[in-house]
Nanobody, 122 residues
Framework: VQLQASGGGLVQAGGSLRLSCAAS????????IVWFRQAPGKEREFVAA????????YYADSVKGRFTGSRDNAKNTVYLQMNSLKPEDTAVYYC????????????????WGQGTQVTVSS
């Protein structure tokens, strides 16, 4: 499966953005999709995960209550709605996919999108 992330941009603190992760491939619906982010000089960190089965969602504590993940399998797209953005949310956001794993270990994901920049000004 090939992934393409989009929707990033520059927003003021307290604002919102919605990221999209569009996937190619007929079996998209059977992949768990996750979002990671990487700020300059920092490790890539888990943000949110959306299960392929049932659409269950999981979030990092730092974004819980502010970010919401969803998926539309008919459109082969996963979304990350980001509200109440903070300057510390500034990072490149990546989507990734795995058929068999869902969790925070980035090395377990086989497929990655190219990343989209999110910048939150104070």
């Amino acid at each position: 499966v090939q992934l393409q992330a989009s929707g990033g941009g520059l927003v003021q603190a307290g604002g919102s953005l919605r990221l999209s992760c569009a996937a190619s491939g007929r079996t998209f619906g059977s992949y768990n999709i996750v979002w990671f982010r990487q700020a300059p000089g920092k490790e890539r960190e888990f943000v949110a995960a959306i299960e392929w089965s049932g659409g269950g969602t999981y979030y990092a504590d730092s974004v819980k209550g502010r970010f919401t993940g969803s998926r539309d399998n008919a459109k082969n797209t996963v979304y990350l709605q980001m509200n109440s953005l903070k300057p510390e949310d500034t990072a490149v956001y990546y989507c990734a996919a795995s058929r068999s794993y869902i969790g925070i270990d980035r090395y377990r994901y086989n497929y990655w999108g190219q990343g989209t920049q999110v910048t939150v000004s104070s």
